[in-house]
């Protein structure tokens, strides 16, 4: 009999247990305005928000009850709050889903007057380095400041042409953005900010049906340190932070590490430096040209005040969600979480700021945490890959993904055009939304469907499925979620402060190789290390370490992995032991001899394996137990099931397929036209959840067309 879900409104299980459709009816436009007189304009816009309550009037009806919008913060100016937009967004919300619940995603970024009351407070890209408090001051609400502009009155100088600039126009030119991320006077200001909002909707009509609130900054609101969307791959020049106050700060931080200004100096390679003086690298200087293992890892004394710079950006950050957190959990005792923890997936994760995990993860204050599904191999035939360890932050804390997956209405010009993220018709926009929900069941965690664009769901079909999901989800959710993988990948974020910027190793050596196992008929897990003391760890039959640069042999040996576990290592694991990066480290670790190499196609550091079968994946014993290295750029699905059957792992399949699944479920999605056997783990017999089909035994037919899947319920 399926259990029915008791989690009270407001707590963390409640958002675990309810599937989330995130629309855009708070994010349309300045719609509602007070008059002098005290009453609401609303303005023609507003019938812009009409399609986005119809979208959520029409997922109530498939089932679906929580929902997330964009929510104003009512920070006009500073000290200056209006909630009139804030009580409209709400009144029209649950007036077409009156027993609807709502998690708002606040931003608290600053208002446009903030900036010019607080110039030295203001973050700049380094076209705006060495900018006086004056000529910040000046470029305030001017085409040299990336800001909403729509916040500014309609007779404010030039404000048509303002709003007119394609931001393609505007981005290029902009030496400032708004709050610099290390700054306290925006922290106490948004707290406060943080703490009239909440305490606003609390006394609000709405209190009860609000089940939580999802707070952001920063670029996109995802609490990372802003930058400009236009760039490419390896631009680097649209970055920061070069403000007065930042500089400031960073010479405190500097001082307290290194212990006084003589020291400090000879670290950074500035013997006069001063509070007034600190002279920070370009941000080409700080992740660009890394051709060999020693450079991407930042080996030269040169370097110190880089790896400074992304350590302090991310305590910057840290303190700034805890401060957050804390005021929001002064007025209210529902579930409060922030994005954060991209460590994994983006390859660029050293400027977002989130290398500060564990503290964040651990603060009593906050109950979840959230990130849109990783940018990469997330279509049909791919298995989906996470920005953090998401089976770790479920163990004490909720992770909720962001599924902004492409459905086939999406227009391709309009959105993020990687093929292996697009989906071209119905089967493939099915294909990807069980696929997620599967990933999501068998982790533990919540998600909400992203209609980013505005009408990604709006079709007879695609509703259909989702009702069909919900369904599938409330019946999945009872069943027993722990995990039966026996392939288990190891991260962690220490020593990433260390690493430049390189797309195609972190695509190649990270993502690409969860991406394989993913692919190949076996399930796996994904924790961070710091995991390893707290859970079971014999059932694992293979351990890939693929992001663990300051292991030590010591830390290795403590890990109580069974006798029989084979160990596969990424070529740069452990390499980095006291700060400074050497190949030595890795063998001292893995047992394997490697010389640097460089890959001028790739433009990316690579290694090659000395002395074995292969220079690129090779096997040995070491220490009594079997070690694989990995310094291939192109693994494929089939390799890693040749490791993992070596290993002794449950091959499910033995074509390329991806699996998610506990002891309750399994999906299977097949990558092209499939006709094999499946083989259960100690289960035999299972039922289609789709169809009501029944199957005997340990051995299923697997026939399934392109783009087709199975999700099997398991009865013995």
Known sequence: MQKKSFAAPGSVEFLRENPIFFSLVGGIGRYATREADGGVHVSPEVKKMAPHLRYNREFRQMGVRVYSTPLDNGWVAPDTYDYTRVDYTLKCFFEAVPDGYLLPRIGVDVPVEWCRQNPEEVFLYVAGKGLTRDEVQRRVATAKHECNFFE?????????????????ELAPGAQLRLESLSSTVWMQDAAEALRRLIAHLEASPYADRIVGYHV?????????????????????????????????????????????????????????????????????????????????????????????????????????????ADAAKQITKKAVGFFYGYFIGPWETQYHGHLQVERIWRNPNIDFFCAPTAYHFRGAGEPSLDMTPTQSVNREKLWIEELDARTYLVNPALADARAENLTANMEETRYVLWRHLCKNLAHHSGFWWMDLGGGWYDAPDIMAEIKLLKKAHDTLKAGD??????????????????????????????????????????????????????????????????????????????????????????????????????????????????????????????????????????????????????????????????????????????????????????GVFAKGETHTVLHLNGKNGAADLRTGKRFEGAEIPLDLAENEFLILQYTS
Request: aromatic share 12%.
């Open 152 to 168: 500014l009155p309609d007779d404010y100088p030039g404000i048509k042409e303002l709003r007119a600039m394609p931001y393609e």
């Open 216 to 324: 952001g900054f920063g670029n996109a609101g995802e609490c990372m340190s802003w930058f400009k969307y236009f760039s490419g791959p390896y631009h680097y020049v649209d970055l920061g932070d070069y403000s007065i106050s930042h500089l400031r700060r960073f010479y405190d931080y500097g001082l307290a590490k290194y212990g006084n200004r003589e020291a400090l100096g000879r670290a950074w390679g500035q013997p006069d430096i001063t509070r007034d003086t600190v002279d920070l690298p370009t941000p080409t200087e700080r992740y660009g040209g890394a051709k060999s293992i020693h450079s991407f890892f930042r080996g030269d004394k040169k370097d110190t005040i880089c790896t400074d710079m992304d350590e302090f950006l991310s305590q910057n950050v840290a303190d700034a969600i805890e401060v957050l």
């Open 481 to 666: 979620h722990t995990s039966e993988a026996d392939v288990l990948f190891v991260v962690d974020h220490k020593g990433m402060e260390h690493v430049r910027m390189n797309r195609n190793y972190s695509l190649r050596f990270i993502r690409d190789t969860v991406r394989m196992a993913r692919s190949s008929g076996v399930q796996c897990d994904l924790y961070h290390i710091c995991d390893l003391s707290k859970i079971d760890l014999s059932r694992y039959r293979l351990v890939v370490f693929i992001l663990n640069y300051t292991l030590t042999p010591a830390e290795l040996a403590a890990i109580p992995f069974a006798k029989d576990t084979t160990l596969m290592f990424n070529f740069t694991t452990g390499i980095l032991q006291d700060g400074k990066p050497s190949l030595e480290n890795v063998k001292a670790l893995t047992g394997f001899t490697l010389v640097d190499s460089y890959d001028e196609e790739l433009d990316c550091p690579l290694c090659r394996i000395v002395g074995e079968s292969s220079p690129l994946l090779a096997t040995k014993v070491v220490n009594g137990r079997y070690h694989v290295l990995n310094a291939n750029e192109k693994l494929t699905p089939d390799e890693f099931r040749t490791v993992a059957r070596e290993a002794g792992c449950h091959i499910y399949t033995d074509v390329n397929s991806v699996i998610f699944g506990d002891k309750s479920f399994l």
